[in-house]
């Protein structure tokens, strides 16, 4: 199947610093890609909905000045989560798929990001 | 907005048992998918399926997409310690965006040797 990476696996970081998450199709070109978040024993709940060169879709509740969704090749997008609160820290989980044959693929999911605000 | 509910919340299991877990929806999908989670990992998909009744199987795993639509389930014979995680029902309505999956609340498989 196809693999999708992340960078970090884990992250610790001060209250009210920025940190910046990437989210890489490795053998596939992600024309669409997914940000997910999940709280410990929680379910995934997605936060935005990004597709290559153009601006993400948020769902509601997420702040799109907070969470920073860039994708701007069909291999990379990147989360970054600005000025960190320690109510920020959660897993967070990518995953990209493509369009074949004028339909979506399904999701491949990375291994994580696990972020920690002191 | 939709829900789903996922059942049982965890399992404690003899190896060599089979497993059944099930979710339900308050409204029709027309995507079933099953995951698993491993500690500190991402979901990997295990079986999709894409029509009422139908029935896949994936190795020693099986799935149903129920004819009502509303719910889906998955089994698992024989059970073996590397079964261990958990195990994500998740659905898309019809008209929803390829991205809105709804993912149930999982089911905590352990398995003991």
């Not at chain 1, 990375?110 to 920690?116: F, K, V, Y």
């Not at chain 2, 049982?8 to 308050?26: L, R």
Request: with cysteine.
């Amino acid at each position: 199947g196809a693999v999708v990476s992340q960078h970090p696996s884990w992250v610790i970081c001060k209250s009210g610093t920025s940190v910046k998450i990437e989210c890489r199709s490795l053998d596939f070109q992600a024309t669409t890609m997914f940000w997910y978040r999940q709280f410990p024993k929680q379910s995934l709940m997605l936060m935005a909905t990004s597709n290559e060169g153009s601006k993400a879709t948020y769902e509601q509740g997420v702040e799109k000045d907070k969470f920073l969704i860039n994708h701007a090749s069909l291999t990379l997008s990147t989360l970054t989560v600005t000025s960190a609160h320690p109510e920020d820290s959660s897993f967070y989980i990518c995953s990209a798929s493509q369009w074949t044959s004028g339909s979506l693929n399904e999701q491949f999911f990375g291994p994580g990001t696990r972020l920690t605000v002191l | 907005g939709q829900q789903l509910n996922q059942s049982p919340q965890s399992m404690f299991i003899q190896e060599g048992e089979d497993v059944s877990m099930n979710c339900t929806s308050s409204s029709i999908f027309n995507t079933w998918l099953w995951y698993k989670q491993d500690p500190g990992e991402g979901p990997v998909l295990l079986i999709a399926l894409y029509k009422a009744g139908e029935l896949t199987s994936n190795g020693r795993l099986t799935a149903q997409f129920g004819i009502t639509r509303k719910d889906s389930f998955l089994n698992i014979s024989a059970s073996i310690p590397s079964d261990v995680g958990i195990y994500f029902c998740a659905g898309r309505s019809p008209g929803g965006s390829q991205g809105n999956l709804i993912f149930g609340k999982g089911t905590k498989l352990s398995v003991k040797p």
